[in-house]
């Protein structure tokens, strides 16, 4: 079983920047590993994926440009760079992790195995 937790929300103005970090214990396979969201009174959604055995972040076309995933292997973490930063991104961020290489189904949330309990980014 594999645990998430996230980290590094928090309230910031528009135009700021915000770091979320995800630690992730207990896996030694690749996994896919993504950034979801959920906004206020939305469904959650897809944000950005990175297949931990290698290749390019995958990106939800609203945060291309402006947001930016990646990993460290070594320290098992997560990491989504937030920059310019709009209101309507406030939302709680969730990370999760899905066994084996996701590639164009990478935001559809039911690929994913485990979760995090989320962190609140609000932009004003």
């Known amino acids: 079983h594999v645990q998430l937790v996230e980290s590094g929300g928090g309230s910031v103005q528009a135009g700021e920047s915000l770091r979320l970090s995800c630690v992730a214990s207990?896996?030694?396979?690749?996994?896919?590993m993504g950034w979801f969201r959920r906004l206020p009174g939305q469904e959650r959604e897809g944000v950005a994926s990175?297949?931990?055995?290698?290749?390019?972040?995958y990106y939800a076309n609203s945060v291309k440009g402006r947001f930016t995933i990646s990993q460290d292997s070594a320290k098992n973490t997560l990491y989504l760079q937030m920059n310019a930063l709009k209101p309507e991104d406030t939302a709680m961020y969730y990370c999760?992790?899905?066994?084996?290489?996701?590639?164009?189904?990478?935001?559809?949330?039911?690929?994913?195995?485990?979760w995090g309990q989320g962190t609140q980014v609000t932009v004003s």
């Open positions: 990175i297949y931990t055995g290698g290749g390019d972040g």
């Open positions: 207990r896996y030694t396979l690749p996994m896919n």
């Open positions: 999760a992790a899905a066994r084996g290489l996701c590639g164009g189904t990478w935001n559809n949330q039911r690929r994913y195995d485990y």
